[in-house]
């Protein structure tokens, strides 16, 4: 399983930006993507998730109503639309999957990062003036 995440780059406070992770040798259709970003001396934390298989989707506080996950089964990729950015939202932003059941559906652990099963190597996104 490969996860190659894109889309960063350099935005102003205010500004939008749209995160792919592309993933590979792991099917959308009934699994799920965690997304988490970790800034320079900051704890890495989780952001957005979503489950391709019953659509669930959960967010951190702090992102509600700016950022937007969605996920296309068809090109096998999930999005992270983020809007309203400020700088507190620079950070290297990671996508982790997870291979779902049952059980891992009642007992979702998505803001723990070692609760998934693959992860991709980051994409870079800094809000700054």
């Known amino acids: 399983v490969q996860l190659q995440a894109s889309g960063g780059g350099w935005v102003q406070p205010g500004g939008s930006l749209r995160l792919s992770c592309e993933v590979s040798?792991?099917?959308?259709?009934?699994?799920?993507v965690g997304w988490f970003r970790q800034a320079p001396g900051r704890e890495r934390e989780a952001v957005a998730y979503?489950?391709?298989?019953?659509?669930?989707?959960y967010y951190v506080d702090s992102v509600k109503g700016r950022f937007t996950v969605s996920s296309d089964k068809v090109k096998n990729t999930v999005y992270l639309q983020m809007t309203s950015l400020n700088p507190e939202d620079t950070a290297r932003y990671y996508c982790a999957a997870k291979m779902m059941d049952a059980y891992n559906r009642f007992r979702t652990l998505w803001v723990d990062w070692d609760w998934y099963d693959s992860w991709g190597q980051g994409t870079q996104v800094t809000v700054s003036s």
């Open positions: 040798g792991f099917t959308l259709n009934n699994n799920a």
């Open positions: 979503i489950d391709s298989g019953d659509s669930r989707t």
